[in-house]
């Protein structure tokens, strides 16, 4: 080769080897920068965007299964040497889609929707079927009981006449589709529902009782959401608004707050072992507080495990900030007092089994025993996306 096309070739391999070098050793410094930036370009909610098409209709096969407890000796209820017997039945397996609708976009990089879910029964993974009779304690006659609780004495005493009357057994006997989805009719929502000071509350689908009845493919059950899009602050699915509202009007105070909460299809990146995960739930009408437990590996991917603790099961005995929770009405630690939250009707929600509640609830019944790797509530996290 010529001596001065050497020299070219040599000063132009020298230049690329140069550049190639640099803009290696750039791409190694700024490696996280460059990652944040191309996350941050994705987890954008709007229209057309990869967050948007995972968010708008969830893509991956969900599955509910329920499980219902049967009481096996409501006869001995006035017995008081014998214990409630429960016997754990199912699962009855759903399959569940879940939509958003009434998608509107606001000009504060906020989009306001509704959520549909819906829900089709699945034979073959259930344990049972759906005429499988279940007997339990009478829900709408403890109901209305609690209802009236703090009232005169004369109206108590009149509603209890009439109660008596009107139901026999504390019991209910009932098929299983019934107490789930189809509902059941009682002679006692058809009275409340006439009456005035149940009317006023707007109280939905008293015509039947049934625990998720007038739930499948209803877009105005769970409320409408406001959410930041995390166009301009990086907080995308953090909710803004629920029911129209900044402050829930089920809890008061810090409670009542949503306090940067994740409506429960984004969360926050760059989680520590120390951070605290928030999401909400129209179920409960709060927020949840999940701790970090532990380090997973999923498919060779480092996960952080948050699991339900303290922070989220307790009334206020472990966690003080907590009292404001049970408004008024607290329970030993690990059961959620969510009254309010449901119209007025005595409703406590627990993990399953009462898992990792104060052994008061477990003392005084039988056939219900928790365990850690059936009943903890955890979700894992990549922590930096």
């Known amino acids: 080769m010529h001596p001065k096309k050497l020299f070219t070739f040599f000063v132009c391999s020298c230049c690329v080897s140069v550049i190639l070098i640099v803009f290696g050793t750039l791409l190694i410094c700024f490696t996280h920068i460059i990652y944040e930036a191309i996350l941050k370009g994705n987890l954008v909610l709007q229209p057309g965007s990869s967050a948007f098409q995972v968010w708008v209709k969830n893509p991956v096969p969900l599955y509910l299964k329920l499980y219902l407890f049967?009481?096996?000796?409501?006869?001995?209820?006035?017995?008081?040497?014998?214990?409630?017997?429960?016997?754990?039945?199912g699962p009855y397996t759903f399959y569940e889609t879940k939509e958003k609708t009434n998608i509107t976009w606001n000009n504060n990089n906020t989009v306001t929707y509704k959520n549909m879910k819906k829900w089709w029964y699945v034979p073959e993974k259930s344990n049972g079927t759906l005429a499988d009779t279940v007997i339990s304690v009478n829900p709408v006659a403890f109901s209305a009981a609690y209802t009236v609780r703090d009232f005169h004495f004369i109206v108590k005493k009149t509603f209890s006449g009439v109660l008596s009357s009107m139901v026999q057994t504390v019991e209910a006997v009932r098929p299983v589709g019934d107490v789930l989805f189809d509902g059941y009719t009682d002679a006692l929502l058809s009275i409340a529902a006439k009456l005035p000071f149940l009317s006023k509350n707007n109280i939905p689908n008293m015509d039947k009782f049934g625990w998720f009845y007038g739930r499948n493919g209803s877009e105005d059950f769970d409320g409408e959401f406001n959410i930041d899009t995390g166009?301009?602050?990086?907080?995308?699915?953090?909710?803004?608004?629920?029911?129209?509202?900044?402050?829930?009007?089920?809890?008061?105070?810090?409670?009542?707050?949503?306090?940067?909460?994740?409506?429960?299809?984004?969360?926050?990146?760059?989680?520590?072992?120390?951070?605290?995960?928030?999401?909400?739930?129209?179920?409960?009408?709060?927020?949840?507080?999940?701790?970090?437990?532990?380090?997973?590996?999923?498919?060779?991917?480092?996960?952080?495990?948050?699991?339900?603790?303290?922070?989220?099961?307790?009334?206020?005995?472990?966690?003080?900030?907590n009292k404001c929770f049970c408004d008024g009405d607290c329970m030993p630690s690990g059961a959620l007092n969510v009254s309010n939250c449901r119209h007025g009707s005595p409703a406590f929600v627990t993990l399953p089994n009462y898992y990792s509640a104060d052994p008061y609830y477990t003392r005084h019944i039988e056939g219900v025993v928790p365990d850690k790797e059936r009943d903890e509530f955890y979700m894992i996290f990549e922590p930096m996306s």
């Open 231 to 321: 166009r301009s602050d990086g907080k995308i699915g953090e909710l803004e608004r629920w029911k129209f509202q900044e402050h829930t009007p089920y809890y008061p105070g810090k409670c009542g707050r949503f306090d940067g909460a994740s409506a429960g299809d984004f969360f926050p990146g760059n989680l520590k072992k120390d951070s605290i995960v928030k999401m909400f739930s129209s179920d409960l009408c709060r927020y949840v507080e999940l701790e970090f437990a532990e380090e997973v590996m999923i498919h060779g991917i480092t996960g952080y495990k948050f699991i339900a603790g303290q922070k989220f099961l307790d009334n206020g005995t472990k966690v003080p900030e």
């Open 70 to 89: 049967n009481w096996t000796n409501p006869k001995d209820i006035n017995n008081h040497t014998i214990k409630p017997h429960f016997q754990k039945i």
